[in-house]
């Protein structure tokens, strides 16, 4: 149940729970190879990286970059997709749909075009990791865009899981943790949207993303998972 001698791939593997999922694979003996929209994000990625690492610029809403990624990419063991643009709060009436169409051609599309053209690619017992979110089991106001991609990340999972199968395909879903994601927000409107949480939450403290990564690297490990979503939210959504 180790991932050493592994190959994995971690589409937003260069800042925030990607970052950290490449790390804890890395220390565990895997070869990792980062995937990231802005070059400089990449080169931060891999200081921080063994040199075994390799870090790709990549646009994952453009499907013709993705296959020519895989294909540079070749053999490898798991497919972890983490990416996505900050999260996409408000009304449903003040809502920008050019934005929210954005939001999905990453977070949504993105991951489906990672599957799409990667999951060939990948060696006998292997899986793919996609990320999802609690909105979609506990919505609240002003989360309409998240909460439908939620839902329709959760789907995708399951169906994937019969389409490629044997290949396994889980995800896991975050409840609030500190990450860039919230980086549109102003630092006193987000630092107070952290303490808020960490009251209301039984674990007393907002996720960090090495927390969050343990559940990627058990779902790469778990040979008897696949269509499972894993909840790492520090208990938000019984509260």
Request: with cysteine.
């Amino acid at each position: 149940m180790s991932l050493r001698g592994q190959r994995i791939v971690v589409i937003g593997g260069t800042a925030g729970i990607g970052l950290a999922v490449a790390e804890g694979a890395a220390r565990e003996g895997a070869e990792v190879v980062v995937a990231s929209r802005r070059r400089e994000s990449v080169d931060a990625a891999l200081k921080r990286l063994p040199e075994s690492a390799a870090g790709h610029v990549l646009d994952a809403t453009d499907e013709e970059a993705v296959r020519g990624f895989f294909a540079r990419v070749g053999g490898f063991d798991h497919l972890v997709y983490t990416a996505g643009e900050s999260l996409l709060m408000g009304s449903l009436a003040e809502t920008d749909l050019g934005r929210a169409r954005r939001f999905l051609d990453t977070r949504l599309w993105g991951a489906y075009t990672a599957v799409r053209h990667g999951a060939p690619g990948i060696r006998p017992g292997g899986s793919v990791v996609l990320t999802t979110g609690t909105a979609g089991r506990r919505p609240m106001p002003g989360t309409t865009v998240a909460a439908s991609l939620c839902g329709a990340m959760q789907s995708l999972t399951r169906a994937l899981a019969l389409e490629i199968a044997p290949v396994r395909v889980n995800a896991v879903s975050p409840g609030v943790v500190r990450t860039e994601l919230w980086r549109d927000l102003p630092e006193a409107e987000r630092e107070g949207l952290y303490a808020s949480a960490a009251g209301s939450l039984p674990v007393g403290r907002v996720g960090e993303p090495a927390d969050v990564a343990e559940a990627y690297l058990y779902l790469m490990r778990g040979g008897y998972s696949t269509g499972s979503v894993v909840v790492v939210d520090g208990g938000g959504t019984l509260v």
